[in-house]
């Protein structure tokens, strides 16, 4: 088992319009390349060849998710609500697939 404040590199996050399915969907991926870039500590992973497969298995490996809001000030000054979506990934999924890339677990 993983150590509690460990599981949080295998967290991302991606904004979302909406909280449908296919919203979500959409989401799982870039939440998928940020638990990649935390996990291995290589914010270029996106450039390796081979990526878009690696994450083309976000919604295979998603253990949970769960929606959170956050309201920034718009350009304008006025609040601005947005909401995330925040995936939490496996472990043993996101090691191997950093193992596909040629990274480790930092």
């Known amino acids: 088992a993983v150590p509690a404040a460990a599981q ?16 979500r969907e959409r989401a799982l991926k870039p939440a998928l390349l940020g638990a990649l870039i935390r996990a291995s500590g290589d914010a270029g992973i996106g450039r390796e060849a081979g990526i878009d497969a690696a994450l083309d298995e976000a919604p295979r490996i998603v253990r949970t998710f769960s ?40």
């Open 67 to 106: 929606y959170r809001q956050s309201v920034e000030p718009g350009p304008d000054g006025r609040p601005l609500a947005r909401q995330f979506l925040v995936a939490q990934f496996d472990p043993a999924d996101v090691a191997r697939l950093l193992a596909g890339l040629n990274r480790a677990v930092w």
């Open 8 to 23: 949080d590199i295998y967290v991302g996050e991606a904004a979302v319009a909406t909280q449908d399915a296919s919203e």
